[in-house]
């Protein structure tokens, strides 16, 4: 069955070291995003893809990169951790059908911790 | 722009009660509406979505939604909790750029 991973599912880290975020799928999806989801934010997105070699900035960006070399994947680096990026991340893709919205598909999400 | 609102950040009913888990959006368009569910320790589920047609929105789990124009609402409803649906239930609206716009979420207690 088709599916989206991401790994690791928790990290430790530390003040200003660079973290990366694996995200996977599966569905052959075009679109990709990522979210972090806080207490009383609800999920804001921090940047997306609609295909190899595009990115797209979102609402929550700052301290945030993401690279798109292959459909498959969209990994998230945190170049230089801070604790305000302690959160929960999901990674979801979705088909592209001409910019209409359909259905996004979730990661389990990752549990990062900013020490 | 578009936004969604969920104007209750708990809501709790008994097992067995009926449930309506309210949602507002703001959109100029027909809308592209969502409800996922989130339990515990997991991603987003997806419950049900409208696009067009019957108002009425099957979904899984027993579920279902209203869309109502008039009021630019999509409540979500269950006739029957079970114990199983105490989550965190998100309400979503789509845009014409692939983008999904998430409310805040509505937490359901289940009391047994």
């Known amino acids: 069955d088709a599916e989206i991973t991401q790994s690791p599912r928790h990290k430790i880290t530390e003040t200003g070291r660079q973290v990366t975020l694996a995200c996977h799928q599966t569905?052959?999806?075009?679109?990709m995003f990522w979210y972090r989801q806080d207490l009383g934010h609800g999920l804001r997105l921090i940047h997306y893809s609609y295909g190899v070699q595009d990115t797209n900035k979102g609402e929550v960006s700052d301290g945030y990169s993401v690279s798109r070399s292959n459909t498959e994947d969209l990994p998230l680096t945190l170049e230089s951790a801070a604790s305000s990026q302690t959160s929960v991340y999901f990674c979801?893709?979705?088909?592209?059908?001409?910019?209409?919205?359909?259905?996004?598909?979730f990661g389990p999400g990752t549990r990062l911790t900013v020490l | 722009a578009q936004s969604v609102t969920q104007p209750d950040i708990h809501i709790t009913v008994s097992e067995g009660a009926s449930l309506e888990l309210r949602c507002n959006y703001s959109?100029?368009?027909?809308?592209?509406l969502f409800w996922y569910v989130q339990s515990p320790g997991q991603g987003l589920q997806l419950l049900l979505k409208?696009?067009?047609?019957?108002?009425l929105v099957q979904g899984i789990k027993g579920f279902e939604a209203e869309f109502k124009r008039s009021q630019s609402s999509f409540n979500l409803r269950k006739p029957s909790v079970h114990w199983s649906d105490a989550a965190e239930y998100f309400c979503a609206v789509g845009s014409l750029d692939d983008k999904i716009i998430f409310g805040k979420g509505t937490r359901l207690h289940i009391l047994p």
């Open positions: 959109y100029g368009a027909t809308p592209y």
């Open positions: 569905w052959n999806h075009n679109n």
């Open positions: 979801a893709s979705s088909e592209s059908a001409g910019g209409v919205t359909d259905t996004q598909y």
């Open positions: 409208y696009f067009s047609g019957d108002t």
